[in-house]
Nanobody
């Protein structure tokens, strides 16, 4: 059973930075793939970033390119979302998610249905 736990959220002022972490048990990031999503109140959940070591892909949503980076620490089996130049529009609950290994070679990584395990989320609030 896969368990994902996000951490690192908080409240920051616009222009600030945060690094979100995702710890996994029952899943090895380096042998699969994972995504970061966010959901603001009243909005649909949207993909922020995707990384697939076995598929050789790293993707970022256009609205975070140049500000966010996604990375893995294989030794710790941790995933990170480094967020810089935060804007009030980045305020949301952030989730990490993993997909079945065989799906990680390709597929609709930008959609929620691609993933079968989710964390509980960590709140990010950016004030102006």
């Amino acid at each position: 059973q896969v368990q994902l736990v996000e951490s690192g959220g908080g409240s920051v002022q616009a222009g600030g930075s945060l690094r979100l972490s995702c710890a996994a048990s029952g899943y090895t990031f380096s042998s699969g793939c994972m995504g970061w999503f966010r959901q603001a109140p009243g909005e649909l959940r949207e993909v922020v970033a995707f990384i697939s070591p076995i598929g050789g892909q790293t993707k970022l949503a256009d609205f975070v390119k140049g500000r966010f980076t996604v990375s893995l620490d294989n030794a710790k089996n941790m995933a990170y979302l480094q967020m810089r130049i935060l804007e009030p529009g980045d305020t949301a609950m952030y989730y990490c998610a993993t997909a079945r290994v065989w799906d990680c070679y390709g597929g609709a990584w930008y959609g929620e249905k691609f993933y079968n395990s989710w964390g509980q989320g960590t709140q990010v609030t950016v004030s102006s």
